[in-house]
């Protein structure tokens, strides 16, 4: 089983609806969750935090189950820019406090 | 702009070749990354320096070689390397407090490299 796995997609998405996707991880010792983003041929860069309690920034919206051991990104009033690959990524003290990245999931909005 | 930059941003090089990849960090972190991205694949995380020391090296072939010479910049060394080789190298830093586990991490442009 892979360490965290993601549904690749893509996601089509018709501008202004909302998605919605999750991520698994099989270290249930894992204590940091992020998102991060990634435009094509660009370098990743951090969306959001993941925190306990569920967090929303904006149009995001992440959330944690930890005793399934998921989390998930909605995105609400999807935009065009918002067309991209979102990379779920965990980090685990135990494993050596090292960040362990997630193929990702393909987002495409469409007009 | 970004705070992690590499050179070159692109590098097409035969499989004799001796070439060097270059990143430098001008936000003040502490420790250094070197990922592989093939197509379709995750990141692969390749080196770990922390505080100029090596921590991880995840059973890379000795091709790759890196060098942290201080704090701000990190080398990859190529050498002989394969046409499966061939990826996107991505370079991150991060603050790396001691006993915490947030690792939030900051990625420089990358390396679209190409062997022939």
């Known amino acids: 089983r892979k360490e965290v796995e993601q549904d690749p997609g893509p996601f089509n998405v018709p501008e202004g609806a909302t998605v919605a996707f999750n991520c698994t991880y099989s270290n249930s010792a894992s204590q940091s969750f992020f998102w991060y983003r990634q435009d094509c041929r660009k370098e990743p860069k951090l969306l959001m935090s993941?925190?306990?309690s569920g967090n929303e920034d904006g149009r995001f919206t992440a959330q944690l189950n930890r005793a399934s051991q998921y989390i998930s990104l909605l995105i609400r009033d999807s935009k065009l820019s918002d067309s991209a690959t979102y990379l779920c990524v965990v980090n685990s003290k135990a494993a050596g406090n090292k960040l362990t990245f997630g193929g990702g999931t393909r987002v495409l909005v469409k007009p | 702009e970004t705070g992690v930059t590499q050179t070159p941003r692109h590098l097409v090089m035969g499989m004799t070749n001796k070439k060097s990849l270059k990143c430098e960090q001008h936000?003040?972190?502490?420790?250094m990354y070197w990922y592989k991205q093939s197509a379709k694949k995750p990141l692969e995380l390749m080196f770990v320096y922390s505080l100029e020391e090596r921590v991880e090296n995840n059973s890379v072939p000795s091709r790759f070689s890196p060098e942290c010479p201080n704090s701000s910049h990190l080398f990859l060394h190529l050498h002989t390397l394969q046409p499966e080789d061939s990826a996107l190298y991505l370079c991150?830093?991060?603050?790396?407090?001691?006993?915490?586990?947030?690792?939030?991490?900051?990625f420089g442009p990358g390396t679209r490299l190409t062997v022939l």
């Open positions: 936000l003040g972190h502490n420790a």
């Open positions: 993941v925190y306990s």
């Open positions: 991150a830093s991060s603050q790396d407090p001691q006993g915490a586990i947030y690792n939030e991490q900051f």
